[in-house]
């Protein structure tokens, strides 16, 4: 069984902070990773694609992945209200299926 | 922006009787999924689709759901006989070429609710 591990939160931080969310996975040939924002009730929302390891920089989001320990972060610079979700990682294996983890909902505190 | 369209965003449906929900793909993509998330739990994958066919199913995605694309745009769900366990919110989702180096663009979802 192929897992993608979360912490389901909830996450809470002052508006202006940084959020780090961590995710590691089981199958140790995975390839891509994900991270989407689902907002309550609305559909995944793709934020940062990596493939390599290292760290992947859009904005105020940082993607790091390393694959020896099988670990993948999402950091979230100078948060804001409107980042307040649900943060999902997601892994492709070699069987091309995109697993989900459960989520980590983020609050940002005004 | 090109987008992934579902319908219907929301739909009440007895136990037993037949549900089709239906997508509209980003129009220059190849790849097409389906996958589920009941309230509370995670996304799950249900079924991949590509050149008019099932590439990949899921242990979900049993002998009770079918896929199709009857015509160039349209990509269907089909569950024969509704379950209450199948309330669910169901995506629909596309890629230009498959899940390695390619996005995967999610539709707003079908609320299904089975009574």
């Known amino acids: 069984q192929k897992e993608v591990e979360q912490n389901s939160g909830p996450l809470s931080v002052p508006e202006g902070a940084i959020a780090s969310l961590n995710c590691t996975y089981s199958?140790?040939?995975?390839?891509?990773f994900f991270w989407y924002r689902q907002y309550s009730g609305k559909s995944p929302e793709l934020i940062m694609s990596?493939?390599?390891?290292g760290d992947k920089e859009d904005g105020r989001f940082t993607a790091q992945l390393n694959k020896a320990s099988q670990y993948v972060s999402l950091l979230i610079r100078d948060s804001q209200p409107s980042d307040s979700a649900t943060y999902l990682c997601a892994v492709v294996s070699n069987d091309y299926k995109l697993s989900f983890g459960a989520g980590t909902t983020v609050t940002v505190r005004a | 922006e090109p987008e992934v369209t579902q319908t219907p965003s929301h739909q009440v449906t007895q136990m037993g009787q037949e549900v089709i929900l239906r997508c509209v793909p980003i129009s220059n993509h190849l790849y097409f999924y389906w996958y589920r998330q009941i309230l509370g739990q995670k996304v799950e994958f249900l079924v991949s689709?590509?050149?008019?066919?099932?590439?990949?199913k899921s242990e979900i995605f049993d002998d009770q759901f079918s896929v199709e694309r009857p015509d160039g745009s349209n990509f269907t769900l089909k569950i024969r006989s509704t379950k209450l366990e199948d309330s669910a919110m169901y995506f629909c989702a596309s890629s230009p070429g498959g899940y390695t180096g390619n996005t995967i663009y999610f539709g707003e979802g079908s609320w299904l609710t089975v009574v």
């Open positions: 990596i493939y390599s390891n």
């Open positions: 689709f590509y050149n008019n066919e099932i590439s990949e």
């Open positions: 199958d140790r040939v995975s390839q891509s």
